[in-house]
């Protein structure tokens, strides 16, 4: 993977293989820069300008969901692009992000009330994915939202 443009379109590194431990990802390759902060995360160097192992530190994954007692519902599903959202045993603020299959946050909603009403009537029909969280960034529910034609 060549990655990184720089003056006179040199890349910053090479990456030959990566791999994730302990929540954090980390990449061998030939680095050609120091650096500590890109617009994908912050990157700590280890050695001078050769092959060797950097760690990136960004977001790599999400929190597991580990309260059963709590019940999202999502209706219907799918639909033309009007979603009900529902929730049961959760007394905190809550979030929605609603992403597209590029990985792109297309929609953040507060949830306010038991249910609230999403509007994605202005996305083209496909498969989405949505994610809540509490107001301490918590994972409490996720899944995949359907725009029908």
Same mark, same amino acid.
């Given at each position: 993977?060549?990655?990184?443009?720089?003056?006179?379109? #040199?890349?910053?590194?090479?990456?030959?293989?990566?791999?994730?431990?302990?929540?954090?990802?980390?990449?061998?390759?030939?680095?050609?820069?120091?650096?500590?902060?890109?617009?994908?995360?912050?990157?700590?160097?280890?050695?001078?300008?050769?092959?060797?192992? $950097?760690?990136? #530190?960004?977001?790599?994954?999400?929190?597991?969901?580990?309260? !059963?007692?709590?019940? =999202?519902?999502?209706?219907?599903?799918?639909?033309?692009?009007?979603?009900?959202?529902?929730?049961?045993?959760?007394?905190?603020?809550?979030? =929605?992000? !609603?992403?597209?299959?590029?990985? $792109?946050? =297309?929609?953040? #909603?507060? =949830?306010?009330?038991?249910?609230?009403?999403?509007?994605?009537?202005?996305?083209?029909?496909? #498969?989405?994915?949505?994610?809540?969280?509490? $107001?301490?960034? $918590?994972? !409490?529910?996720?899944?995949?939202?359907? !725009?029908?034609?």
């Amino acid at each position: 993977m060549n990655c990184g443009p720089c003056a006179g379109n #040199t890349p910053l590194f090479f990456i030959y293989a990566i791999a994730g431990y302990n929540g954090h990802i980390y990449a061998g390759g030939n680095f050609l820069a120091s650096y500590s902060s890109t617009p994908y995360g912050n990157f700590s160097s280890t050695g001078n300008p050769a092959s060797y192992l $950097e760690e990136y #530190t960004g977001i790599v994954g999400i929190n597991e969901m580990n309260n !059963i007692s709590r019940k =999202i519902s999502i209706f219907p599903n799918p639909s033309k692009g009007i979603f009900n959202i529902q929730l049961q045993g959760i007394n905190e603020k809550t979030e =929605i992000h !609603i992403y597209n299959l590029l990985g $792109e946050n =297309i929609c953040n #909603t507060q =949830i306010n009330t038991n249910t609230t009403k999403i509007d994605l009537t202005s996305q083209p029909p496909g #498969t989405y994915l949505y994610r809540i969280v509490s $107001e301490k960034g $918590e994972a !409490i529910g996720s899944g995949k939202l359907i !725009i029908s034609q």
